[in-house]
């Protein structure tokens, strides 16, 4: 059975056009499965405002998934909007995951600081904005999952005992 479920979503132009493979939803679907979640829904949208605002709250509201991984869209381009349609829907922040894999992409590179992932509680369900190049998912899904089936198990009403839990997550 699986730890938790999981939505990914992809703010990509070119890869809603088909102009580009979607490399990062990969990485994030492989690493989902080695953590024992299992992804339920997925899609390659574009960079744009209300189509990702709807996304978020189709997956939260909808599919009700415990988590909500999106890529791409953080930067500081014109088009990147994932951040903004994020806090649009979230009802609280969680700004540690952001100040985690923002320190940890400081010790690569100084580019790490023009990141501008949020990540929020929208109900019961998680939602974590990572970067969009493959390399940086991998990089900043690796700080934050081992956090993930314990955020999950919180939200849920699961965690009864915090210490116990943290033995038992992998």
Do not use: W
Not at 3 to 31: N, P, Y
Not at 73 to 98: C, F, H, M, Y
Not at 115 to 142: H, Y
């Amino acid at each position: 059975m699986k730890q938790f479920s999981v939505a990914v979503l992809t703010a990509s132009d070119k890869g809603s056009r088909g102009e580009r493979e979607d490399e990062s939803g990969r990485v994030i679907h492989e690493m989902i499965a080695e953590a024992g979640g299992e992804v339920v829904a997925y899609d390659v949208v574009p960079d744009d405002y209300n189509t990702l605002k709807d996304k978020l709250v189709e997956y939260t509201d909808e599919h009700k998934v415990n988590l909500v991984l999106t890529t791409g869209g953080t930067g500081l381009s014109p088009r990147d909007n994932t951040p903004e349609a994020t806090l649009s829907v979230i009802e609280k922040q969680v700004p540690g995951i952001a100040e985690a894999m923002r320190a940890f992409g400081l010790q690569k590179t100084p580019h790490a600081m023009l990141s501008r992932a949020v990540c929020g509680l929208r109900r019961r369900t998680l939602i974590v904005n990572l970067p969009g190049s493959p390399r940086a998912v991998r990089e900043n899904l690796g700080v934050v999952l081992p956090a993930i089936p314990h955020a999950v198990h919180v939200l849920c009403g699961e965690a009864s005992e915090c210490a116990s839990l943290r033995k038992n997550d992998a």
